[in-house]
């Protein structure tokens, strides 16, 4: 085990200053992932934040940061939607339970072949608009 850790050890002292590099990025990911969030705050607040944090990135002489703002701009548009009070689904399992629809994908998720009796919609149907 002490061989083991020695390789393991002189691999990772190989990429020392890629993987600080990386880390950094992956804090300011996580500021912008915290504006995104409903429950850290108002949205005009986190839209504010998620503002400056772009601006931030697009003034930088930093390749990634730039991208990243390209990135945040294109996005902003649909992220920032409605209010406080707007009870959206947050992600794909919420909104299929929004529609009740049947769920295909949950074999995947929890990883038995078995999803059970599942209704399979084929050919054209009527939505009431």
Do not use: C
Not at 14 to 33: D, G, P
Not at 53 to 58: A, I, P, W
Not at 96 to 110: A, D, L, S, V, Y
């Amino acid at each position: 085990m002490k061989r083991l850790h020695g390789y393991i050890k002189r691999g990772l002292s190989i990429y020392y200053i890629e993987q600080k590099e990386v880390e950094k990025y992956a804090k300011e990911v996580k500021k912008v992932e915290n504006t995104l969030d409903s429950e850290k705050g108002k949205l005009r607040n986190r839209l504010a934040k998620f503002r400056r944090l772009k601006s931030r990135f697009q003034n930088a002489n930093d390749l990634v940061k730039n991208q990243m703002s390209e990135i945040m701009h294109s996005f902003r548009a649909s992220l920032f939607v409605g209010d406080d009070n707007l009870s959206i689904p947050e992600d794909n399992l919420d909104l299929e339970r929004w529609f009740k629809k049947p769920k295909g994908h949950e074999r995947k998720i929890h990883g038995r072949k078995h999803v059970g009796m599942r209704i399979v919609n084929e050919g054209a149907t009527l939505l009431q608009a």
